[in-house]
Nanobody, 118 residues
Framework: VQLVESGGGSVQAGGSLILSCLAS????????MGWFRQAPGKEREFVAV????????NHADSVAGRFTISRDYDKNMVSLQMNSLKPEDTAVYYC????????????WGQGTQVTVSS
């Protein structure tokens, strides 16, 4: 079972990035999937989640209105559109499956670095 993130990189403040997470080894259609992030010297925090059936989404207050989570169930993929990026969004972003409310599940990707410069 693997979750593989892609799409990280460096961008200037105000820019945009799209993160993608491709799941392989099993289907996660019955799992809530989403994203967490960890900035240097800080604890890992919840970013966004989309429910197993796609009906419910939740975004952290710090990213609401700027980030949008989506899922492609046919491709077993979850994505995070990040707009109006700020330097404080700089972190390693992790894909996760099995999220309960805003608590992570047992399945993690390896992480992808996002760096936003001012």
């Amino acid at each position: 079972v693997q979750l593989v993130e892609s799409g990280g990189g460096s961008v200037q403040a105000g820019g945009s990035l799209i993160l993608s997470c491709l799941a392989s080894g099993r289907t996660f259609s019955g799992y809530a999937m989403g994203w967490f992030r960890q900035a240097p010297g800080k604890e890992r925090e919840f970013v966004a989640v989309r429910s197993w059936n796609g009906v419910t989404t939740n975004h952290a207050d710090s990213v609401a209105g700027r980030f949008t989570i989506s899922r492609d169930y046919d491709k077993n993929m979850v994505s995070l559109q990040m707009n109006s990026l700020k330097p404080e969004d700089t972190a390693v972003y992790y894909c996760n499956a099995g999220i309960a409310t805003i608590n992570p599940g047992n399945y993690w990707g390896q992480g992808t670095q996002v760096t936003v410069s001012s």
